[in-house]
Structures are given as C-alpha cells and as structure tokens.
C-alpha cells in the first residue's frame, strides 16, 4: 500500500495565489522528500525535510512536517503558470543496506489558470 | 554533466513479446532505482541496486521482471512476455552512494505500451 497520500488529488487555481498540497504517511520517518513531476516524465526534486524539523524553505516553497500527525504540506506563494504539474511526496521509512526506498504517494495534479 | 538517461524513450508491444530498458545513472552515483508509473498514479517501486548488486527485488510484480546492472553503471529492465497491465511510463533514478536523505535524480521515463 502507498505510504503517502496526498490531499487533494487535484487542485486548480489562477496564477498569483497560494497552493497548499497535503501528504500524510503511516509509518515512522527519517525524512520526506516533495518532487514535481511534468507531463508525466521524469520527476524533479524540490525540496527534502528531515524528521527533527518543523518547517524549512525553498524559495516559494515552504514545505512543514508534524511527525506527531504523520503529516507534510507544501505551500507554493504567488503561482505561475510554470508550477503547473503534479507534486509527489515520498517518505524513506525503510531502509536496505543504508539505502532509501521511496515510497511515493498518489500526488496532487496542481493546475495555475493565467 | 548529463543527468538520467533512458531508452528508449517509447516502446509499443505486441502482448508476448519481450522488451528491454535501458537506464544510464549519473556518472558516479552507486545507488540506481527502477520505478514504475501507471496512468495518473503515484511510483511504484521496483528494484534498487546499489553498484552491480540488487539488494532488494521486493517490488519487480512477477517473474516475468529482472534486471541488471554492469559496470556499476548501465542498467537494464527486461520484460518477458509483456501483458496488458504493464503498460506504465517506467522511470529510473540514480543518487550518490544510496544512503538516507539523499536525493533521487530521474530520468525522462520510457513509456511502454502493450497492444
């Protein structure tokens, strides 16, 4: 079963406003990791946040982890047309020979409206 | 400095037939991963090696999947005897030395569709 699942599933708004995306997981965490994907290809990394922190920032995006609620969101500020895309969260709760496996969720389908 | 490569980059099937996808990792990174993405869906794990050595084959469906990898570089997927429901967009990732907290670099995906 999926480890995270994103909230919503899909979201659409006009360009210049915030997106919050959510993830929960199920199990406990080293780190949480936000990728983008694009058109279905291959996925970028964004941003990582380790499970001693609280909150961290990229730029316009800000990414908060509660280990207590098993729960991440990542805000992107003042949209563009550009961030159009499919966000993932992955979390590595399980690790073989000191390696990560991601486990992806579902991801939000994020669509900015000129 | 390239990034993740893959060929090729679509592949249409016939049902039974066997295919093979070809992952190039970054020059130096250990820690290679094969995903696979179906329509609208989160990644799907399937295989990770770390240099020439698969430590963890948990997530290849069904026997019909293995893969390799030579060199501690290059690596391939092979499919035998494709179905239907492998269809997918198959991506590969690479990163340094595997350990925890790093990131995954990806490939453009190879989308195979089966007739």
């Known amino acids: 079963s999926q480890q995270g699942e994103e909230d919503p599933q899909a979201l659409s708004i006009q360009e210049g406003e915030n997106a919050t995306m959510n993830c929960s997981y199920k199990?406990?965490?080293?780190?949480l990791q936000w990728y983008r994907q694009n058109s279905g290809r291959g996925l970028v990394h964004l941003i990582l946040i380790r499970s001693n922190e609280r909150e961290k920032h990229s730029g316009r995006l800000r990414v908060t982890l509660d280990t207590s609620k098993k729960s991440s969101s990542l805000l992107i500020t003042a949209s563009r047309a550009a961030d159009t895309a499919s966000y993932f969260c992955a979390t590595d709760g399980v690790l073989i020979q000191g390696a990560q496996k991601l486990v992806f969720g579902q991801g939000t389908r994020l669509t900015i409206n000129p | 400095g390239a990034g993740v490569s893959q060929s090729p980059s679509n592949k249409v099937t016939e049902k039974g037939k066997d295919v093979e996808l070809r992952c190039d990792p970054i020059s130096g990174h250990t820690a290679l991963y094969w995903y696979r993405q179906s329509l609208g869906q989160g990644l799907e794990f399937l295989i990770y090696?770390?240099?020439?050595?698969?430590?963890?084959k948990s997530g290849l469906p069904s026997d019909r999947f293995s893969a390799e990898r030579t060199g501690g570089s290059v690596s391939t997927l092979t499919i035998q005897r494709t179905q239907q429901e492998d269809s997918a967009v198959y991506l590969c990732?690479?990163?340094?030395?595997?350990?925890?907290?790093?990131?995954?670099?990806f490939g453009p995906g190879t989308r195979l569709t089966v007739l």
């Open positions: 990732a690479s990163s340094l030395a595997g350990l925890a907290g790093i990131e995954q670099f």
């Open positions: 090696f770390q240099g020439n050595s698969a430590p963890d």
């Open positions: 199990t406990s965490i080293n780190n």
